[in-house]
């Protein structure tokens, strides 16, 4: 595979990729599992049934109140519990000054005459 | 004459005061983006969105939802749930596994747009090129179903709803001699259109009655055409059929000059400050709806119960007598999957593949989409992420539950609408349960500003996205790269205004079914972004070639679904929503799935074929940086092609 192996020493990674990758695992692991349970409920309860064995959860078709509103709802507590507990602040850092997105006073010359970038 | 009926004032005024407050939002982020530069000020906002700002504007909450959800739920009934349920774990999704990165990285190489990102993070300007094309594409599909929407709303404010909807002598339908002429050059066989002569001229008022008309004739061909066929027909001769409807061109016309107005004046910071006031004012709208929805329904139910001397009826729950009355009306597949077939015709609306198709689709349409991603790149810091995940999660929960409500309340008390004419069942129901009010006007004034705010958030944030694309990644970067600030400017500003212009000309003519194109414009951009963002912000082995083989492979296979589907007419148009715009799916499944796979294995395996990228390069964006001493870009820009 033609690849640039790294050196000896393992390669420092940068903490903000490190960190997000993690939290990214999770976050797909967490639509894994909600899909899984939506769809194989839903699946099993909301398709060809009579309409004789169908009740009612509050004003709610029985498979739509436990097939989706109620993961509907763990999902809204978990993204809480993600957002303020597993998920890391980090330092974003700055945009690169003398670009566009960051002009200064030598910035600015350089928009009106990017030859100088 | 439709135009005569009289405007409903308090609606119009409310949505007039709306437009204003509106076109203000504007001004005042044109007074915040003036400190800086042009581009990023105007493109970007100075990278400084809130947790609010960025939570409530930075996912996939378009007009077209907003208006084509509850019709859909108004047509097929509870199925229409489990279509949109994905939406549960759209806020974790959406921000929790590209955000951070993304705003690391977009800062790292000091990126305003999308194709900027492609193009630093790469070193490659024909990535960053191909990018921009892409977008372009996707987003001027999603404006076009934008527009539509806003011009429904006006105009329904300007013509009422009693004296517009149940006016039968209006009519909606013609059959003229030259409508037949384009029908013959529009692929019908010849011997359909003959079989059409016996109903020219007459006019009709409602799209069922029309339709079964047509369908009567044509079953009269000999050898008669199948199901499906007959059902490609009639939609065809309807579209050329349709009378010209003034209300909804004035409307149309209303809308865009306000939206372009202010989104001209304030750039990306008036569309997402007004997005943000707009989400706002829709969830206030939403709740309010709500509970006026359900307290029509209870009267009906009361007066239901006293009539009937029935105690059960009277103790029920409002929303089950409201579902129980909908299935009455209806049918008991309205209550179950694949959903209610309003033309019984046998369409099958959301098979289970489709579901699950469906909870792919809201998560990768969140995690490709160009103005969520924008969006993200503006945040001001992780702090401002995290809390939009929460701060998402429970208006979503608001907004998308409450709105199936008040659809199936509205199937209860709004009289049948024609299918293909459902798009309107949420303004139209807003003046209906506002109707009996003392200021009922001016309150159902304020609950459409709810869907006409969402349509004018998506297509202000649009117009900002496209308008970038062109001046900076295609004008600036490859035809005049010593343009001046104030030439860009100029140039912005009559891209924008020239969008508008073909925005309206696209519309005189409505597309139908506006969630179809929502769903293609959203998926197609999932299909060719979500891989190559992921490899992007993930992928230290990620290669040029690679990215532009997973972009390429995705988009690819997206379109040619829809060709093999949309053209060439392949699969059963009786799955899915009734529209001619419809891709193939294969084994049941939407394209949006096999376009991830095709994507994602394109992209890994032609990136590990080819060269890595340069060492300093990946070094920039993969490994820590000091925090005061960023690398700029000299001598990183070589890359093998």
């Known amino acids: 595979m033609p690849t640039d192996a790294p050196a000896a020493a393992p390669r420092r990674e940068d903490p903000v990729l490190k960190s997000a990758r993690r939290e990214a695992l999770i976050v797909f692991a967490t639509w894994i599992l909600a899909l899984a349970y939506t769809i194989g409920y839903c699946g099993r309860y909301g398709y060809g049934r009579k309409l004789e064995e169908l009740r009612y959860v509050y004003g709610f078709p029985d498979w739509i109140f436990w097939g989706i509103v109620v993961p509907w709802g763990v999902c809204v507590v978990f993204s809480w519990i993600f957002a303020s507990v597993l998920m890391t602040d980090e330092d974003l850092g700055e945009d690169p000054p003398g670009t566009e997105a960051n002009p200064t006073a030598l910035a600015d010359q350089q928009i009106q005459d990017p030859g100088a970038c | ?641």
């Open chain 2, 1 to 641: 004459m439709l135009i005569a009926a009289q405007p409903a004032w308090g609606t119009l005024t409310a949505l007039v005061l709306f437009i204003l407050a509106s076109m203000w939002i504007g001004v005042l982020a044109n007074r915040a983006t003036r400190e800086g530069s042009f581009m990023k000020g105007f493109f970007l906002g100075n990278r400084g969105l809130g947790s609010w700002a960025l939570a409530l504007t930075a996912t996939v909450q378009s007009g077209g939802t907003f208006m084509g959800y509850p019709s859909l739920v108004y047509t097929h009934g509870w199925a229409v749930v489990l279509w949109i349920a994905g939406y549960m774990v759209v806020p974790i999704t959406g921000f929790g596994i590209l955000g951070k990165r993304l705003a690391q990285i977009s800062r790292r190489c000091g990126a305003i747009t999308m194709p900027d990102l492609f193009r630093e993070r790469f070193a490659s300007p024909a990535l960053g090129l191909l990018a921009s094309l892409f977008i372009l594409f996707y987003m001027s599909f999603m404006m076009v179903a934008q527009f539509k929407a806003g011009a429904l709303v006006m105009k329904i404010a300007w013509v009422g709803s009693d004296s517009w909807s149940e006016d039968q002598n209006v009519g909606r339908y013609r059959i003229t001699e030259a409508g037949l002429t384009r029908l013959a050059g529009n692929s019908v066989p010849t011997n359909v259109v003959d079989a059409l002569s016996p109903l020219q001229d007459k006019v009709y008022a409602s799209e069922t009655q029309f339709a079964e008309e047509v369908r009567g004739e044509l079953s009269k061909l000999k050898p008669a055409p199948s199901k499906e066929q007959a059902a490609v027909w009639v939609h065809r001769i309807a579209v050329t059929s349709e009378l010209p409807d003034w209300p909804y061109i004035i409307g149309l016309l209303i809308f865009t000059v306000s939206v372009v107005g202010y989104t001209l004046i304030g750039g990306f910071l008036a569309a997402v400050w007004t997005d943000l006031f707009q989400s706002v004012m829709m969830w206030f709208g939403v709740v309010i709806f709500l509970v006026l929805a359900l307290h029509s329904v209870s009267l009906l139910q009361q007066k239901e119960a006293a009539a009937g001397n029935n105690p059960a009826v009277a103790q029920m729950n409002t929303l089950e007598f409201a579902s129980r009355r909908a299935i009455e009306k209806t049918s008991p597949d309205f209550a179950f999957g694949p959903g209610y077939d309003g033309r019984h015709e046998g369409r099958a609306f959301l098979p289970a593949s489709l579901a699950f198709s469906f909870f792919w689709i809201w998560v990768f349409a969140g995690l490709g989409s160009p103005a969520g991603i924008v969006r993200i790149m503006a945040c001001r810091s992780t702090v401002n992420i995290r809390r939009s995940i929460y701060l998402l999660g429970l208006y979503n929960a608001f907004i998308y539950i409450p709105l199936a409500l008040i659809s199936i309340c509205g199937r209860v008390l709004i009289a049948d609408l024609p299918v293909g004419k459902t798009d309107d069942v949420i303004p139209m129901l807003a003046m209906k349960v506002t109707s009996e009010l003392p200021v009922g006007g001016f309150v159902s004034g304020l609950i459409l500003a709810a869907p006409f705010g969402a349509v004018m958030a998506t297509v202000s944030c649009y117009l900002v996205v496209i308008a970038s694309g062109l001046v900076r990644d295609v004008y600036q970067r490859f035809i005049r790269p010593l343009a001046s600030s104030r030439e860009l400017e100029r140039l912005s500003y009559g891209v924008m205004t020239a969008i508008g212009v073909i925005a309206v000309v696209t519309n005189l003519h409505p597309v139908d079914y506006l969630q179809a194109i929502v769903v293609f414009s959203g998926t197609g951009a999932a299909a060719t972004f979500a891989v190559p963002m992921l490899m992007l912000v993930f992928w230290r082995r990620a290669t040029v070639p690679g990215m532009v083989a997973s972009l390429l492979c995705g988009a690819g296979t997206m379109l040619g679904a829809y060709y093999l589907g949309g053209v060439l007419g392949w699969g059963s148009p009786l799955v899915g929503e009734a529209t001619s715009f419809r891709p193939y799916f294969l084994l049941g499944l939407d394209p949006l799935l096999w376009s991830l796979a095709a994507s994602g294995l394109a992209g890994v395996g032609v990136s590990l074929l080819t060269r890595t990228c340069d060492e300093v390069l990946l070094s920039k964006y993969f490994d820590p940086q000091p925090a005061d001493a960023p690398v700029r870009d000299e001598g990183v820009a070589e890359i093998p092609a």
